[in-house]
């Protein structure tokens, strides 16, 4: 009985017909979801390239954000977000590390991740209220960037304890049996052998979170300044963020050159996508491969 050539029996062309309208599906949905993104970085890029230069990324603002540079936005946004960081990584680390590897499943290890999620779900302008109440009064920092840094510390901690937790569940167990076997203490076996493999999805998972810090401008509402003569540099100053600067200038300043708006939104847009860049291509590699 003679064989019909791969490819012309009937079944397989419908299939191969679904296939290709499936992809051809999949590929108009993903470019109807990029198409505004793309029309809205084509549009800031275009209206905001012409006034980028020297002095309106490194000047202080004048005339009332008529005219000069977005220079202490640019440094109140650094210092926030390392100040961030310097909150997020040790304790969200340390969370996600003691729910991987030290707790023991039951109902105090899964309230404490409901917890974390229910936390990624309020919106930030709590965050802003709580910062605000917690460490500008209660704490007596007032409207400083350490307590701005502080708030988003905690706004982003829920992200980094949920990306620091999945990337050390994602090294295989054998490694870290392998070290406990060979004599190595639980905490030699985390240092040693699970954050180092960790490391890739650590890093991604804080850049994204530092990514949402950046263009977060609710939590800082009311710790930040919208017009300051010097660029400031310490975190007993008041804090002036790009996207509060977005917020403040588009509402407050009449008559401001729209141009002006679309170089700082340019200048935030390449912060948050350097970011994106890193957590994409700091997500590969993490351990070796498995070998028969």
Same mark, same amino acid.
């Given at each position: 009985?003679?064989?019909?050539?791969?490819?012309?029996?009937?079944?397989?062309?419908?299939?191969?017909?679904?296939?290709? %309208? !499936?992809?051809? &599906? $999949?590929?108009?949905? +993903?470019?109807? @979801? =990029? #198409? /505004?993104?793309?029309?809205?970085?084509?549009?800031?890029?275009?209206?905001?390239?012409?006034?980028?230069?020297?002095?309106?990324?490194?000047?202080?603002?004048?005339?009332?954000?008529?005219?000069?540079?977005?220079?202490?936005?640019? %440094? !109140?946004?650094? &210092? $926030?977000?390392?100040? +961030?960081?310097? @909150? =997020? #990584? /040790?304790?969200?680390?340390?969370?996600?590390?003691?729910?991987?590897?030290?707790?023991?499943?039951?109902?105090?290890?899964?309230?404490?991740?409901?917890?974390?999620?229910?936390?990624?779900?309020?919106?930030?302008?709590?965050?802003? %209220?709580?910062?605000?109440? $917690?460490?500008?009064? +209660?704490?007596?920092?007032?409207?400083?960037?350490?307590?701005?840094?502080?708030?988003?510390?905690?706004?982003?901690?829920?992200?980094?304890?949920?990306?620091?937790?999945?990337?050390?569940?994602?090294?295989?167990?054998?490694?870290?049996?392998?070290?406990?076997?060979?004599?190595?203490?639980?905490?030699?076996?985390?240092?040693?052998?699970?954050?180092?493999?960790?490391?890739?999805?650590?890093?991604?998972?804080?850049?994204?979170?530092?990514?949402?810090?950046?263009?977060?401008?609710?939590?800082?509402?009311?710790?930040?300044?919208?017009?300051?003569?010097?660029?400031?540099?310490?975190?007993?100053?008041?804090?002036?963020?790009?996207?509060?600067?977005?917020?403040?200038?588009?509402?407050?300043?009449?008559?401001?050159?729209?141009?002006?708006?679309?170089?700082?939104?340019?200048?935030?847009?390449?912060?948050?996508?350097?970011?994106?860049?890193?957590?994409?291509?700091?997500?590969?590699?993490?351990?070796?491969?498995?070998?028969?």
């Amino acid at each position: 009985m003679p064989v019909a050539p791969l490819g012309t029996t009937p079944g397989l062309r419908r299939r191969l017909r679904r296939q290709a %309208l !499936g992809f051809a &599906l $999949l590929t108009g949905a +993903a470019g109807a @979801v =990029a #198409l /505004p993104g793309i029309r809205l970085l084509g549009e800031v890029l275009r209206r905001g390239w012409p006034v980028l230069g020297p002095e309106f990324l490194l000047a202080p603002p004048r005339d009332f954000l008529r005219a000069g540079g977005i220079g202490p936005a640019v %440094l !109140g946004t650094l &210092l $926030l977000l390392l100040g +961030a960081l310097g @909150v =997020a #990584l /040790p304790l969200g680390v340390g969370a996600a590390l003691y729910l991987a590897h030290y707790a023991r499943p039951g109902p105090v290890t899964a309230g404490i991740r409901v917890a974390v999620g229910g936390l990624a779900a309020v919106p930030p302008i709590v965050y802003g %209220l709580f910062g605000f109440s $917690l460490f500008s009064v +209660a704490m007596g920092l007032g409207r400083t960037a350490a307590a701005g840094a502080l708030t988003l510390g905690i706004l982003v901690l829920p992200t980094v304890i949920t990306a620091a937790e999945e990337a050390l569940a994602g090294v295989p167990r054998e490694y870290r049996e392998a070290a406990l076997a060979l004599g190595a203490s639980r905490w030699q076996a985390a240092r040693r052998v699970l954050l180092p493999l960790a490391l890739p999805g650590i890093r991604s998972g804080v850049a994204l979170a530092l990514a949402r810090a950046a263009g977060e401008a609710a939590p800082i509402l009311f710790m930040a300044a919208l017009f300051r003569a010097g660029p400031g540099g310490g975190l007993g100053d008041r804090p002036l963020a790009l996207a509060y600067h977005l917020y403040a200038a588009a509402t407050q300043v009449p008559g401001l050159p729209p141009e002006r708006l679309y170089g700082a939104a340019l200048v935030l847009l390449a912060l948050v996508m350097g970011l994106m860049a890193l957590a994409l291509g700091g997500g590969g590699g993490g351990w070796p491969e498995r070998r028969p």
